[in-house]
């Protein structure tokens, strides 16, 4: 079985957008950017999330992405 890592392109789509607006729905990132796949875009959330470099978390009935500042990836790191 090969697992794949996500594209640099797709993580640079998502974080770019990220830079612009604070946080953003699940939703609304396929919304935005519909040269993704879903499966593309949650792999990449997947990554990111586990990476350090965005913050997932569930609002209701939705899942919400948020860039993790470098403060608070300073502070995680020194937990």
Sequence with gaps: M??????????YL???LLGVRK????????GLLP???WNQIFKTVDELSRRGEIILFRRG???EIERMSSKSRAFACAS
Aim: hydrophobic letters at 35%; glycine letters at 0%; charged letters at 20%.
């Design 14 to 16: 998502i974080l770019d």
């Design 61 to 63: 009935f939705e899942y």
């Design 2 to 11: 090969v697992h794949l890592s996500s594209s640099p392109t797709s993580e």
């Design 35 to 37: 040269e993704l796949s």
């Design 23 to 30: 946080s953003l729905t699940l939703e609304q990132v396929v």
